[in-house]
């Protein structure tokens, strides 16, 4: 075991993919000789050179597209987004090509395409620098749309990305990139847990706390809090958002009867209403009450000195418990 950022474990896990696989090759601006906006590939480009570690000009959809043709040649690409904002360019060339051509050419061809997006906000970052546009990729077929929470997943799970014959977008909550954790670096990916499956992180009885990426941590916070006042909460970390694990939810509401859904994204249409819906179909009777959803608000992202107000945070998550619960509190009041 050894201890690892966030970033770092993403840096490590794309060094085992480079060593363990020549076709394996990183895009992206400024990834190479600065190490990315991030450093998140600190340090590759020197190790595996300017071949497999490839520094691109600023174009979001010529960098996607240079990745199908290379995927139709075999590689293995990995693209780095700078900013979640940033990623609308290249929108068409992962919805209409990567997405497609795997079932367009009936399974002859395979787009084993990565593409990193750090996203979410809570860094005070400008315009463009704090979205959470996973729902858009999430509601096409034919993407895989997986995020990480600590360093340990994002370790297994970028390597897993790699692996896989289909495109995965791999989202990187950007706020946690400087938290450590223990890594375990000599595991193995075929005794790992699949990426498509969701993590029970906090065990709990009284409601089910569903979310993923950064707000995990601030899920994790709210279970401990709860617990101070009587209140069990069960944690998912969903990890995979498309396919979505609703097996492990619906098993965890059918002993809670409560659920809540929290995601920095906004709730219109959103993966919060997604679940909801699918929570409601498969455990209907097992409900003591509706779905709660704690979100971002459906605004453009606000500047950084009021993203504080946007996202959720500790209260905000404990107020969805209390609504989830019939709970009166000082933050909303007794309206359930």
Known sequence: MTTLTLGGAINAGLRRSLAGDDRVVLMGED???????????????????????????????????????????????????QFDGFIYPGFDQIVAQVAKL????????????????????????????????????????????????????????????????????????????????????????????????????????DVT?????????????????????????????????????LSTVAGSVRRTGRLVIAHEAGQQLGLGAEIAASITERCFEFLEAAPVRVTGHDIPYPPAKLERYHLPDLDRMLDGVDRALGRPNSLSGVEA
Do not use: N, W
Not at 56 to 78: F, K
């Open 31 to 81: 990834i190479g000789t600065l190490g990315g906006v991030f450093r998140v590939t600190d340090g590759l480009k020197a190790e595996f050179g300017a071949h497999r570690v490839v520094d691109t000009p600023l174009s979001e959809a010529g960098i996607i597209g240079t990745a199908v043709g290379l995927a139709y040649r075999g590689y293995r690409p990995v693209v780095e987004i």
């Open 102 to 205: 795997h079932r367009r050419s009936r399974g002859t061809v395979k787009m084993p395409i990565t593409i990193r997006v750090p996203f979410g906000g809570g860094i005070g970052a400008a315009e463009h620098h704090s979205e959470s546009p996973e729902a858009y990729f999430a509601h096409t077929a034919g993407l895989r749309v997986v995020s990480c929470s600590d360093a340990a997943d994002a370790y297994v799970m970028i390597q897993q990305a790699i692996a896989s014959d289909d495109p995965v977008l791999f989202f990187e909550p950007k706020r946690r990139y400087h938290v450590k954790g223990e890594v375990d670096d000599r595991a193995s990916l075929a005794d790992a847990k699949p990426m498509g499956i969701a993590s029970v992180v906090t065990s709990g009885t």
């Open 209 to 245: 706390l569903v979310t993923y990426g950064a707000l995990v941590q601030v899920a994790r916070d709210a279970a401990i809090a709860a617990a101070e006042e009587g209140v069990s909460i069960e944690v998912i970390d969903l990890r995979s958002l498309s396919p979505l694990d």
